[in-house]
């Protein structure tokens, strides 16, 4: 079994930034990598960010990069996500995805999903 434990969520105001962070534990020996979609207010969970499980190779929703950075810390099987500059339009329900494939902007690519974290960002 396997458990995502995500934090990090809040109120900002635009222009401020947050950080997410994943924790992963249990059977994850075979995930391909770590990443994070997102559910905004009535549109569907969309492709946010992802890392491979060796740290070394990062990728982005087209809109999102310049402001978010993916990172990854294997010892811990965590992952964390620093948003910057954020905006009204990123005000979404943030999940955390373990991926068994290695298609990352796809939602059928994730094996296990966290519970959510919730992103406010007022303007």
């Known amino acids: 079994q396997v458990q995502l434990v995500e934090s990090g969520g809040g109120l900002v105001q635009a222009g401020d930034s947050l950080s997410l962070s994943c924790v992963a534990s249990?059977?994850?020996?075979?995930?391909?990598?770590q990443g994070w979609f997102r559910q905004r207010p009535g549109n569907e969970r969309e492709f946010v960010a992802a890392?491979?499980?060796?740290?070394?190779?990062?990728f982005y929703a087209d809109s999102l990069k310049g402001r978010f950075t993916i990172s990854r810390n294997n010892s811990k099987n965590a992952a964390s996500l620093q948003m910057n500059s954020l905006k009204p339009e990123d005000t979404a329900l943030y999940f955390c995805a373990l991926y068994h494939r290695g298609i990352w902007d796809n939602a059928r690519s994730v094996g296990y999903w966290g519970q959510g974290t919730q992103v406010n960002v007022s303007s």
């Open positions: 249990g059977r994850t020996d075979r995930v391909v990598g």
């Open positions: 890392i491979d499980s060796t740290g070394r190779r990062a």
